[in-house]
């Protein structure tokens, strides 16, 4: 009966060490952009003070949902009675992304313990590294799609969180109520985009060693030979 049998040898293998390297970057892509929280602030010139106000913003980047508060009564500004809301809602990129890193993640822990545990099972059957190849082939293509979703949308939410912050209605006037301040760095973000391709290189190239081991690479061997009726010689 064929059970378990944990080996660590597969893990030097090009299969077993490139499904290490696309788990643990999975980590990094999903942590990298799923616990990020920001702001950005401006400041505010009345005649009496200047006031600074910020707007917080985190993942999913529900951005319309942010705002800024309303400034001090002293300042005395008629057109600014409500908070004012950041502009644009970039949750279904961010939560795509995040989202889909999780299902790789888990996808490498369940290939793992198949290649470090049933490797013997894995290679005996012909379905199992053609299930692998094709979800491998699907799991490129979508950090493709993915990873590009989500380097556009954070685009845009630095233009959203940037200098045209402090262009809101209650703003305008001559001179300009209000000027930009700072936004808080989004380099983790900038981080999870660049594992996101990274992530594509490693599962493009890695889909070559799972071909390698599918029936279309490796044909069935041929059926031995019966020795009480060896193959006829050739002809001249």
């Known amino acids: 009966m064929s ?34 929280s920001g702001y950005t602030s401006i400041n505010v010139n009345c005649k009496v003070l200047n006031q600074t106000l910020q707007a917080n913003f985190s993942y999913p980047f529900r951005l319309n949902k942010a705002s800024f ?36 993640f888990l996808y490498c822990i369940a290939a793992l313990v198949v290649y470090l545990g049933y490797l013997h099972l894995y290679r005996g059957a012909g379905k199992l590294p053609m299930i692998d190849f094709i979800v491998t082939v699907i799991v490129s293509f979508l950090w493709l799609v993915s990873t590009s979703a989500w380097a556009k949308a954070l685009t845009d939410i630095k233009t959203s ?44 190239g890695n889909a ?3 071909y390698k081991e599918t029936s279309l690479h490796r044909p069935p061997d041929a059926a031995p030979s019966d020795p009480s009726n060896p193959p006829m010689p050739s002809g001249m």
């Open 3 to 36: 059970g378990l049998h944990f080996d660590l040898g597969p893990a030097k293998e090009p299969l077993g060490f490139i499904k290490i390297l696309q788990w643990i970057f999975s980590i990094f892509a999903f942590a990298t952009c799923g616990g990020y």
């Open 69 to 104: 508060g309303v400034p001090e009564e002293k300042c005395n500004i008629s057109s600014w009675k409500e908070p004012y809301h950041l502009v644009g809602d970039f949750s279904s990129s961010a939560e795509f992304f995040v989202t889909f890193a999780v299902f790789v």
């Open 161 to 204: 969180t940037g200098p045209m912050v402090a262009e809101i209605e209650p703003c305008k006037g001559t001179p300009p109520i209000c000027t930009f301040r700072e936004v808080s760095s989004m380099g983790s973000l900038n981080v999870s985009v660049v594992i996101g391709f990274l992530n594509l290189i490693l599962w493009g």
């Open 208 to 210: 070559w060693f799972v």
